[in-house]
């Protein structure tokens, strides 16, 4: 089937036409961004433009960057305060007379990734997917099922909320070397291995695509790998899961 998943960010909203059989993307993928924090308005008319803009008519998955309980959002650490309680579902189908499926980004991410990255990860038995941009988030996967809305990037580590220490726009803002990033971000992983313990480590967003770059600096005993799907993940999951719990 083919269904528009849209992965919302801290700095942009991206969407894609993807075949939810085989995880690929069928069209480019298409990108508003803005350097303003966005308000529900904004984004929900960009989601609008990605559709009329890849001329799709459908059901619609969309993966937010906070909680997201039965379509509606709890948390939007990086996005407008205006998000909390706005029901993104209901809004997405008073737009576009489309029914959508939402969920929280790092959770689709997983999803695709679970799906379409490869045997390795699924045969763990307790996989922690993150994924590293604005901010840093998290999606835990038990024998193949997912504990949503798990939030780890806010987990405290030296003091400070993980992804305040460590994510990929603190890498940017504070121009810190792959090297430093690195040492900051294997704390993080340390903290979420000596409290959880995972079989393995997937990496996703941007940072995904330069594995080479700090690989070298994560000592955590755990396997680390980078996502297979880099940052197309998000767009993937939501996708499918709105295939799976819409139809
Ligand atoms: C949010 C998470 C999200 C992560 C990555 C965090 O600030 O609280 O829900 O998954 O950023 O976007």
Redesign the pocket.
Known sequence: MIVLGIDI??SATKGALVNTETGEFLSDKIRFGSKKIQKPKQIIKAIKNIAAELQYDGIIGA??????KNGVIK????LHKDWVGANLAEMIHAETGQKAFIL????AAGMGEMRFGGDAIRSMDTALFL?????????LFVKGHLLQ?T?L??MLVNELEA?VYA?AAVKRIEQLTWKQWATRFNEVLKTYEFLLNPDIFILG?GVSARFEKYARYLTVETEVVPAKLENRAGIIGAAMAAQENLN
Do not use: L, M, R
């Open positions: 960010g801290g993966g937010f960057p906070g909680i997201v948390t939007a650490a990086n929280n980004d790092a959770d994924t590293i941009g604005t901010g840093i988030g998290s999606a809305n939030e990037g806010h992804e994510s967003g």
